[in-house]
């Protein structure tokens, strides 16, 4: 079986990126392409214009025609300006960026690339992965574009190298240059199903020992289907003998109790357990509940708010896979 030409193609122009230079960030942050970080090649119309200037110039030659030889001499004049503009686009300008918002397993996480230009006006594409966005920056000025990455898996996600490349302003060369920011983004565990919080999170570290777990439950509230990844002393066994199935006890919340959502409350592989949890946190957020999270080998511990919510989904998205 021959090779696929495109799959070949594509290995070359990864090839050839991973050999080019990379503006990187300074130490305010700012990264700044330069003379060894900037490049430029004819663009299709531009490779178009060579030959045409080789034929123009081939007959003014040959006929002596001194009018085919200035038109000829003109526009590959104006060619080569051109091209000094086009490579001037980017000298200058300062490119930053950083994770916006937050992304769950299988969305899209955003990213807000700034750019600042000095002495002019600029217009330039901006490109992270298959992420195309183009603006405007003006002269002195900072200009802001969104790229959105798709996020397929939870864990760090980084922006990677950005492509900034213009073709200003005769559209005949294409001039760019790779940025490494450093940006990066923590894409939390996709949520499970809606399920309810595990009523024996309340009891805090008491959840330890079952003896005294059966008194800090406090007063039986109802009775529901039992669900899977629900703790099995949940099961309200003598009804579960007479034949009419798995329920689970529901009880009165103790008061004031701080919910610690454990690893070890919910069942399957980790992935599954990352996912309850994920949504567990989210729900006891949403509550306005008082909770903290217990992994293997870490504790976070119980708060509420924002940043006690941000700090269990980084947890969970931090976990090793």
Known sequence: MSPCPERGATGLRAALTRLQRRARPAADGWARPGRRTIYILPTREGLLLLPALAAAGLVGLHYNNNAALAV??????????????????????????????????????RFVVRLRGEGRPRHVRVTARTTTAETAVPADGTAEVVLALEAPRRGRLPLGPLRVETTRPLGLFRAWTLVETGAAAWVYPRPAAPRPLPADAAR?????????AAGAEGELHDLAPWRAGESPRRIHWPL??????????????????????????????????????????????????????????????AGTGPRQRARCLEALARWPR
């Open 240 to 301: 579960a003998a007479r034949g009419r199935g798995l329920h689970a006890r529901r009880f009165a919340e103790p008061e004031g109790a701080p919910r610690m959502l454990r690893w070890e409350a919910c069942a399957g592989g980790a992935e599954e357990r990352l996912s309850l949890l994920c949504r567990w946190v989210l729900e006891a957020h949403r509550r306005g509940l008082e909770y903290g999270l217990v992994l293997p080998g870490r504790t976070v511990p």
């Open 72 to 109: 000829t001499f003109l526009l590959a004049s104006a060619a080569l300006v051109g091209a000094l503009h086009t490579w001037r686009e980017l000298a200058g300008l300062a490119v930053r960026a950083a994770a916006a918002g937050e992304s769950f397993a299988g969305g899209r996480q």
């Open 204 to 212: 805090g570290a008491r959840a330890d020992s079952p003896a005294r």
